[in-house]
């Protein structure tokens, strides 16, 4: 009805003609409906499920079922999940592969999620890795790296870029970056700016030399936020530093804002944005407390009024911005 009245309200205003509007109408009436994503949903959903449920089933019958017919059967999964992708795969290319068997992707993820639950079970009862703690991180990563790019599959590229990360030692996750990780621990901020930094490139790299272009949204997206945490971190807990920490903290915006208009990404000119004004705002906050404690009130005032006219002047030129009509 809706559709209806709008189209009665453009002929009224002699915008669209009577044929044009009931070829738009029929069209409307029509048009399939697409549940791909609900479906897509509903998948993972199932894969969570069932993974869950395996584990709490095998926590609840361990002293029924053994040991061995637990290891057996993850194995098994693991191996059939792998399997069934492996047979559905298609060639490999550094483009963008859109494979029409849809459930080998979720099998795949399944072969994955399978693969470390055989893991952490074989390292909890068996020891199987001793004291070499960092292994039990490093070997899913180099598979589902391998994985990521043999299959196409931009989910286990996430898991993939989180194993390592684990393996470096820092929480990747975008939620809980500020809350896992221990900022003050000594050498943790450079690692976590390399990490970040080595990621972000990653994501230029592909974006740039077309190599599998459509992983660079998941390696920069992970790689940049955990850049720019850090270095705003280290600006405001290592003042000596302050100057290096800002200029990684431009640089990188810089880079952002310029993907983003290449990619027309509203995402990444938010984050260069935000970051950019963050530190700028330390800054210039910093130097006024320098010249006096007096100055640094009118300064207060007058930047977040001007800042505030900004923020509105930005939002309404962002589509002029990414070049968006």
């Known amino acids: 009805?809706?559709?209806?009245?709008?189209?009665?309200?453009?002929?009224?205003?002699?915008?669209?003609?009577?044929?044009?509007?009931?070829?738009?109408?029929?069209?409307?009436?029509?048009?399939?409906?697409?549940?791909?994503?609900?479906?897509?949903?509903l998948l993972y959903l199932g894969i969570t499920l069932l993974t869950g449920g395996l584990g709490v089933l095998i926590y609840q019958n361990l002293d029924t079922i053994g040991h061995g017919v637990i290891v057996a059967l993850i194995v098994?999964?693991?191996?059939?999940?792998?399997?069934?992708?492996?047979?559905?795969?298609?060639?490999?290319?550094?483009?963008?592969?859109?494979?029409?068997?849809?459930?080998?992707?979720?099998?795949?993820?399944?072969?994955?999620?399978?693969?470390?639950?055989?893991?952490?079970?074989?390292?909890?009862?068996?020891?199987?890795?001793?004291?070499?703690?960092?292994?039990?991180?490093?070997?899913?990563?180099?598979?589902?790296?391998?994985?990521?790019?043999f299959f196409d599959h931009r989910g286990v590229l996430s898991m993939a870029i989180t194993a390592f990360a684990s393996w470096v030692g820092v929480s990747i996750a975008p939620f809980s970056v500020l809350e896992k990780n221990n900022f003050s621990a000594p050498n943790f901020l450079f690692t976590a700016i390399v990490l970040g930094l080595v990621l972000s490139a990653m994501g230029f790299i592909s974006e740039y030399k077309n190599l599998k272009k459509h992983f660079s949204f998941t390696y920069l997206l992970l790689g940049s936020n955990l850049t720019l945490i850090a270095t705003l971190i280290g600006m405001f807990s290592h003042a000596n530093w302050s100057v290096v920490y800002a200029l990684i903290t431009l640089t990188l915006c810089v880079g952002l804002f310029l993907y983003a208009r290449k990619t027309q990404s509203y995402i990444f000119l938010l984050m260069g944005v935000i970051y950019v004004y963050i530190a700028l705002t330390y800054l210039l906050f910093k130097f006024a407390e320098a010249i006096s404690s007096e100055f640094i009130y009118m300064f207060a005032m007058y930047y977040f009024l001007l800042s505030g006219v900004g923020v509105i002047v930005f939002l309404m030129k962002i589509k002029k911005i990414l070049k968006i009509n």
Not at 27 to 39: G, I, M, P, T, V
Request: include cysteine.
């Open 76 to 149: 098994t999964i693991t191996l059939a999940c792998f399997t069934f992708a492996f047979w559905k795969r298609e060639s490999f290319t550094w483009l963008e592969v859109k494979n029409p068997h849809h459930f080998s992707d979720f099998m795949l993820l399944l072969g994955c999620a399978s693969f470390l639950i055989l893991e952490g079970y074989l390292q909890f009862q068996y020891d199987l890795f001793g004291l070499k703690y960092g292994l039990v991180t490093f070997i899913p990563a180099i598979l589902f790296f391998f994985c990521a790019y």
């Open 1 to 41: 009805m809706k559709t209806q009245t709008l189209l009665q309200n453009l002929q009224q205003k002699d915008l669209i003609s009577p044929e044009q509007s009931t070829i738009i109408l029929e069209y409307e009436d029509n048009k399939s409906f697409s549940l791909h994503y609900e479906l897509r949903t």
